[in-house]
C-alpha cells in the first residue's frame, strides 16, 4: 500500500487577504564522526546522539541547541564529505536525498545544515526543502558583515525558509537553536517575539537590526533579558510570515491522516455521491476540532459531481476535484496605535 502521501494527495495554497510539546520533527544534516553516513537515524536521547556521532561533532552541537530548547525527538544524517570540514554541494545534496522516504512518509517535518552556512550549500538545503514542502532554517558564519548576510538571505527566497542572523555567539548552534525553539511552537502562532535558549551575548544596532528585517532576514534580540526572534518573517514575501506555511502543512497533515484512519476502518467506501459525503465527513472532522480549538476561524468543504471526474478517475476509483477553504485566524504581528494625551 502507498505511504499516505502518495495515496492522498492534497495540494494547497496560501491566498493573501485585502511547555513543551514538540509540534513537528526536525533533521539535522552535518558532519560527524559517526560510522555509518548518509543514513538517516532516529533519535530521542541526546546522549545517543553523542555516542553515536561524537560529542565534538556538528551534528551533536546542534541536537544540543535544540535539546535546550526541549526537542527531543530529531533525525540526524551525517554527510558523507571527502574532505572534512568543507562538504561539497553534491555532498550536502546526497545526505539531503536519504531522507525522501521518511519526508514522504510524514516522519519528518523540517530540515537544517549543522556547522554549515556557505550559500552553495544552504541552496540545496532551500531546494530540498521547497521539493519536499517541508521548512528549513538557516544561518550565516560569525563575524559576517551585514551585506554577506543579506546576499545570502536574498539567494534563498523560499516561502518555507527562515534567515536568522546573530551578532556573535558563545558555541551554540545558531539555527538549530532557532529550528528546535521552532518545531517547539504551536504552527498556529507568530514566531515574533520568540524566546530562543541561545547563548548569543551581543546584539545589532537598531539600525542594523533594520537593514536586516528589509532583507527578511530574523535576527536574535534581547528583550526582558531573553534571547528572542526580533521577527517571524519567511524568505519569500508572498506568504510573509513562516506561521502561515506551519499552519497549512499541519492542516493539510490533519486532514490526510484523517482520511487514511477512517479508511482503513471502513470496510468499503462506495464510488458514489453517498459515498463522497462520507468522505467529506471525514475531512470535516478535523476542521471542526480546530474550529473549537479557536486555531481557523472558518471552511469550507466542497466535493465533486460525478459527471466532473474524468473517465480514467472513474475507472480507478480515483476521486478528484475536492476543495477545501479554510480561513485561519492569525496572530497579531505589529501594532500602530496614535494616543493622543491631553493635560
Not at 532583507?215 to 508572498?238: C, E, F, H, K, P
Request: aromatic share 8%.
Amino acid at each position: 500500500m502507498p505511504d499516505i502521501r502518495d495515496a492522498i494527495k492534497i495540494t494547497s495554497m496560501v491566498s493573501t487577504a485585502a511547555s513543551v510539546t514538540q509540534w513537528g520533527v526536525p533533521a539535522i544534516i552535518g558532519e560527524s564522526s559517526a560510522t555509518e553516513k548518509n543514513t538517516p537515524k532516529k533519535f530521542t536521547s541526546l546522549e545517543l546522539v553523542k555516542t553515536e556521532h561524537g560529542e565534538d561533532s556538528d551534528v551533536y552541537k546542534g541536537a544540543y541547541a535544540m535539546h535546550k530548547q526541549g526537542v527531543k525527538t530529531i533525525y540526524t544524517v551525517s554527510v558523507n564529505a571527502a574532505t572534512p570540514g568543507t562538504p561539497t554541494a553534491a555532498e550536502v545534496e546526497s545526505a539531503l536525498n536519504t531522507l525522501l522516504t521518511y519526508v514522504s512518509a510524514g516522519e519528518i517535518d523540517a530540515a537544517v545544515l549543522a556547522g554549515i552556512t556557505a550559500s552553495g550549500l544552504l541552496e540545496k538545503l532551500r531546494d530540498f526543502a521547497d521539493d519536499s514542502r517541508i521548512i528549513f532554517v538557516a544561518t550565516h558564519a560569525e563575524n559576517e558583515t551585514l551585506a554577506n548576510i543579506l546576499s545570502a538571505a536574498g539567494s534563498l527566497e523560499s516561502v518555507n525558509g527562515f534567515f536568522v542572523a546573530y551578532k556573535s555567539v558563545e558555541s551554540d548552534d545558531v539555527a538549530c537553536a532557532v529550528m528546535g525553539a521552532i518545531m517547539a511552537r504551536r504552527p498556529f502562532y507568530t514566531l515574533t517575539w520568540l524566546e530562543v535558549d541561545v547563548d548569543v551575548d551581543d546584539y545589532y544596532s537598531p539600525s542594523d537590526l533594520a537593514s536586516l528585517e528589509d532583507g527578511r532576514v530574523n535576527a536574535i534580540i534581547q528583550y526582558s533579558d531573553d534571547n528572542r526572534l526580533s521577527n517571524g518573517m519567511s524568505l519569500d514575501g508572498t506568504v510573509p510570515f513562516l506561521d502561515t506555511t506551519r499552519t497549512q502543512y499541519y492542516i493539510e497533515t490533519l486532514i490526510a491522516k484523517a482520511i487514511a484512519e477512517e479508511r482503513l476502518n471502513a470496510s468499503q467506501v462506495a464510488y458514489t455521491r453517498k459515498g463522497f459525503e462520507v468522505i467529506r465527513s471525514w475531512i470535516v472532522a478535523p476542521l471542526e476540532e480546530l474550529i473549537r480549538g479557536n486555531l481557523i476561524d472558518s471552511y469550507s468543504v466542497t466535493m465533486p459531481k460525478m459527471e466532473d471526474i474524468t473517465t480514467e478517475d472513474q475507472a480507478n476509483r480515483k476521486i478528484t476535484g475536492v476543495k477545501i477553504e479554510v480561513q485561519t485566524i492569525g496572530d497579531v504581528q505589529a501594532f500602530e496605535i496614535s494616543l493622543n494625551i491631553k493635560v
